[in-house]
């Protein structure tokens, strides 16, 4: 060991002004954090609200399909458009559709009087089951999945499709659990803006790690799993795309004006962060930078 | 949640422990007083934010090495985002030499290559191997003897007659 190194470096010391400082920054922030903590209902405001909402949209999706399972298909269809449409001569014994032109540009486009009954869609008549789709009698004699609304069903302004089913996701306690399960060590970053916390950890489907950081107005996701790609969740279309070099591989920076709202880059694990308020890419790029 | 209660006294304990090993290192990186002091005080106030949970004191110390030489580099990165100008305007890397005395060795390790400094501090004064070092700055363990031999030859060239580093 070189003594003279040693020497010189010993010389460097905090300094009782420097402890002080510390200790009155961190009493304050200890203060701040036990404070928030004091204020339950807004957190479980939250989760109250976040639960009606998927109750509400469990509870319409579930109506929607069973009203789609109960609609025959021809009461809905909107006739008028197959009204405008030209007509088509159908010969039955070679199955050859041909159009047939209107004889004069200024003459109405009527049913040709070659077209068999059952094509003729504006004298059908509801109570004559013979539809170009389906009888009515068999769509009633089918069990219930056949009875389905054909491609050509146009949905309504009062039908709401079905929603998929909320990603499965466990609450995890510890850093020390999540590696337990997933089998491998989490890295995470080192490196947060002022004033955020981690406040929740998940993982999801087995193997994607959610732990989330908050303040008073923002949340950062930071998402990581073994895996290749963007696991963000966040699809949305930004105005900026930035790349830049995080510990030797390539991270991609998206956002908008001068915030951005989602980092993703793949260095051994796929990784994600991204912002409900947006951050200066300074910042992104210094969260992504202490990962691990 | 990860972690345990943390409280003034808790972060006072771990200033007197590791607070002069965390300036030591800022200053060795950043060489200059103030970024040092203000990398002492993040990493402080970090432990406040994550919580972290310490398996035992090597883990300890081990995590706030890391924790600093992430934020050394944070503060660097931060600079050179921050100041994106020509290269002739470009200033040389501030030196506030407030620590030093009159040590020829202590200018001769500053004068290193930043990515010199870091590993010949956790070696020659921390007393970690090079193993050690790899696991503590993300880097293969060839590297770091490779960037000890290299330091050694350059302090040696600059020192001459002072050179002790075995």
Same mark, same amino acid.
Request: proline residues 4%.
């Given at each position: 060991?070189?003594?003279?190194?040693?020497?010189?470096l010993n010389n460097i010391v905090v300094s009782d002004q420097l402890k002080q400082r510390i200790l009155a920054a961190a009493e304050e922030?200890?203060?701040?954090?036990?404070?928030?903590?004091?204020?339950?209902?807004?957190?479980?405001?939250? %989760?109250?609200?976040?639960?009606? =909402?998927? &109750? $509400?949209?469990?509870?319409?999706?579930?109506?929607?399909?069973?009203?789609?399972?109960?609609?025959?298909?021809?009461g809905n269809r909107p006739q008028n458009i197959f009204a405008q449409m030209p007509k088509t001569e159908i010969n039955e014994e070679s199955?050859?559709?041909?159009?047939?032109?209107?004889?004069?540009?200024?003459?109405?486009?009527?049913?040709?009087?070659?077209?068999?009954?059952?094509?003729?869609?504006?004298?059908?008549?509801?109570?004559?089951?013979?539809?170009?789709?389906?009888?009515?009698? @068999?769509?009633?004699?089918?069990? &219930?999945?056949?009875?389905?609304?054909?491609?050509?069903?146009?949905?309504?302004?009062?039908? %709401?499709? &079905?929603?998929?089913?909320?990603?499965?996701?466990?609450?995890?306690?510890?850093?020390?659990?999540? @590696?337990?399960?997933?089998?491998?060590?989490?890295?995470?970053?080192?490196?947060?803006?002022?004033?955020?916390?981690?406040?929740?950890?998940?993982?999801?489907?087995?193997?994607?790690?959610?732990?989330?950081?908050?303040?008073?107005?923002?949340?950062?996701?930071?998402?990581?799993?073994?895996?290749?790609?963007?696991?963000?969740?966040?699809?949305n279309v930004y105005d900026k795309t930035e790349t830049a070099e995080i510990n030797g591989v390539q991270a991609t920076f998206c956002g908008?004006?001068?915030?951005?709202?989602?980092?993703?880059?793949?260095?051994?694990? =796929?990784?994600?962060?991204?912002?409900?308020?947006?951050? $200066? %890419?300074?910042?992104?790029?210094? %969260?992504?930078?202490?990962?691990? | 949640?990860?972690?345990?209660?943390?409280?003034? @006294?808790?972060?006072?304990?771990?200033?007197?422990?590791?607070?002069?090993?965390?300036?030591?290192?800022?200053?060795?990186?950043?060489?200059?007083?103030?970024?040092?002091?203000?990398?002492?005080?993040?990493?402080?106030?970090?432990?406040?934010?994550?919580?972290?949970?310490?398996?035992?004191?090597?883990?300890?110390?081990?995590?706030?090495?890391?924790?600093?030489?992430?934020?050394?580099?944070?503060?660097?990165?931060?600079?050179?985002?921050?100041?994106?100008?020509? =290269?002739?305007?470009?200033?040389?890397?501030?030196?506030?030499?407030?620590?030093?005395?009159?040590?020829?060795?202590?200018?001769?390790?500053?004068?290193?290559?930043?990515?010199?400094?870091?590993?010949?501090?956790?070696?020659?004064?921390?007393?970690?191997?090079?193993?050690?070092? =790899?696991?503590?700055?993300? &880097?293969?363990?060839?590297?770091?003897?490779?960037?000890?031999?290299?330091?050694?030859?350059?302090?040696?060239?600059?020192?001459?007659?002072?050179?002790?580093?075995?």
């Amino acid at each position: 060991m070189s003594e003279n190194y040693k020497k010189q470096l010993n010389n460097i010391v905090v300094s009782d002004q420097l402890k002080q400082r510390i200790l009155a920054a961190a009493e304050e922030k200890i203060e701040k954090k036990a404070s928030k903590s004091k204020i339950p209902y807004k957190y479980c405001f939250r %989760i109250a609200a976040g639960a009606a =909402a998927c &109750a $509400a949209i469990v509870f319409v999706s579930a109506i929607t399909v069973n009203f789609g399972n109960n609609t025959a298909d021809n009461g809905n269809r909107p006739q008028n458009i197959f009204a405008q449409m030209p007509k088509t001569e159908i010969n039955e014994e070679s199955d050859e559709k041909t159009a047939t032109p209107p004889e004069n540009k200024n003459q109405t486009l009527n049913t040709p009087d070659t077209l068999p009954e059952k094509y003729n869609i504006e004298n059908r008549d509801s109570s004559n089951s013979d539809s170009i789709v389906r009888k009515s009698e @068999e769509v009633e004699a089918l069990p &219930a999945d056949e009875s389905a609304p054909s491609d050509t069903h146009v949905p309504s302004d009062n039908e %709401i499709p &079905a929603v998929l089913a909320p990603a499965p996701a466990v609450n995890i306690a510890s850093i020390e659990e999540i @590696e337990s399960k997933v089998g491998y060590k989490i890295n995470l970053p080192q490196y947060l803006p002022d004033g955020y916390a981690a406040k929740d950890a998940s993982l999801m489907f087995g193997s994607l790690v959610q732990i989330v950081y908050s303040d008073e107005n923002d949340e950062i996701i930071y998402r990581t799993e073994k895996t290749q790609g963007n696991i963000s969740g966040d699809y949305n279309v930004y105005d900026k795309t930035e790349t830049a070099e995080i510990n030797g591989v390539q991270a991609t920076f998206c956002g908008n004006d001068d915030k951005y709202y989602l980092a993703y880059w793949n260095c051994g694990e =796929a990784y994600s962060l991204s912002s409900r308020e947006g951050l $200066a %890419i300074d910042e992104f790029i210094a %969260i992504a930078e202490s990962v691990e | 949640m990860i972690g345990l209660n943390v409280t003034k @006294e808790y972060i006072g304990g771990l200033l007197d422990k590791y607070g002069d090993m965390i300036l030591r290192i800022s200053y060795t990186y950043l060489k200059n007083r103030d970024d040092a002091e203000d990398v002492v005080q993040e990493v402080m106030l970090s432990v406040v934010d994550k919580f972290p949970d310490f398996k035992d004191d090597s883990h300890e110390k081990a995590w706030f090495i890391k924790a600093t030489i992430n934020r050394c580099k944070n503060k660097l990165n931060l600079f050179w985002n921050k100041n994106k100008v020509s =290269a002739d305007s470009v200033p040389e890397e501030p030196y506030n030499d407030c620590y030093s005395s009159d040590s020829a060795v202590a200018d001769a390790v500053a004068s290193l290559p930043k990515k010199y400094r870091v590993p010949v501090y956790l070696h020659y004064y921390e007393g970690y191997s090079t193993d050690e070092i =790899a696991e503590l700055t993300d &880097a293969a363990a060839a590297t770091v003897r490779s960037q000890l031999r290299r330091a050694r030859e350059m302090l040696k060239n600059t020192l001459k007659e002072d050179y002790d580093f075995e």
